[in-house]
């Protein structure tokens, strides 16, 4: 059974940092595309970015040049470094394959930019 867990969300300003992980547990993670989505209140879930089993990466445009998607195939964890954060990144962040599985979403977690 494969579980994805998030973690590090939190309130930042806007300008800030933060770092988001995931850890897979349960599948053979390094031959996945994985991927980090967003789901702002009221809006559907949507794609972020995405890295593949060799590390090539796709960013949507709204993050581009601002986040950083990278993974760990030893430790099975795919990180998502956000940077020069906006009020618009405020959303629950999930980690999932891509394309995302169903019964593999978890919680989110939590990210609020504001001042």
């Known amino acids: 059974q494969v579980r994805l867990v998030e973690s590090g969300g939190g309130l930042v300003q806007p300008g800030g940092s933060m770092r988001l992980s995931c850890a897979a547990s349960?599948?053979?993670?390094?031959?996945?595309?994985m991927a980090w989505y967003r789901q702002a209140p009221g809006n559907q879930r949507e794609l972020v970015a995405h890295i593949d089993s060799v590390g090539r990466t796709y960013y949507v445009d709204s993050v581009k040049g601002r986040f950083t998607i990278s993974r760990d195939n030893a430790k099975n964890t795919v990180d998502l470094q956000m940077n020069n954060l906006k009020p618009e990144d405020t959303a629950v962040y999930y980690c999932?394959?891509?394309?995302?599985?169903?019964?593999?979403w978890g919680q989110g977690t939590q990210v609020t930019v504001s001042s």
């Open positions: 349960g599948a053979i993670f390094r031959v996945y595309t």
């Open positions: 999932n394959r891509r394309p995302a599985v169903g019964g593999y």
